[in-house]
């Protein structure tokens, strides 16, 4: 059973600043891509960012420069950094996450819970 675990959401100030974290756990072999998505109320759910395990990144248009991606492989854990918050931005936070259970060779796509973060004006 492979869980992922979001926190980190909340309700800031337009201009602010909060960081998502996201932890997997379970019966792991690996965990290749990670990444973060997002859905507003009445949207379909969008990419945010994705990092491999390689450490490549990317983001979607509306964030860059303002979201950063990380994770800390050690502890099957990924990061999304998120400053300079608009109210564009308000909408549950989703981590997805790219594990293999039996061999590395296929993997399963995983999704968290959700979080939500809310950009007031």
């Known amino acids: 059973q492979v869980q992922l675990v979001e926190s980190g959401g909340g309700l800031v100030q337009a201009g602010g600043s909060l960081r998502l974290s996201c932890t997997a756990s379970?019966?792991?072999?690996?965990?290749?891509?990670m990444g973060w998505y997002r859905q507003a109320p009445g949207k379909q759910r969008e990419l945010v960012a994705t990092s491999t395990s390689g450490g490549s990144t990317s983001y979607a248009d509306s964030v860059k420069g303002r979201f950063t991606i990380s994770r800390d492989n050690a502890k099957k854990t990924v990061y999304l950094q998120m400053n300079s918050l608009k109210p564009e931005d308000t909408a549950v936070y989703y981590c997805?996450?790219?594990?293999?259970?039996?061999?590395?060779?296929?993997?399963?796509?995983?999704w968290g819970q959700g979080t939500q973060v809310t950009v007031s004006s």
């Open positions: 997805r996450a790219e594990i293999a259970i039996v061999t590395p060779r296929l993997s399963y796509v995983y």
């Open positions: 379970g019966s792991i072999v690996s965990i290749n891509a």
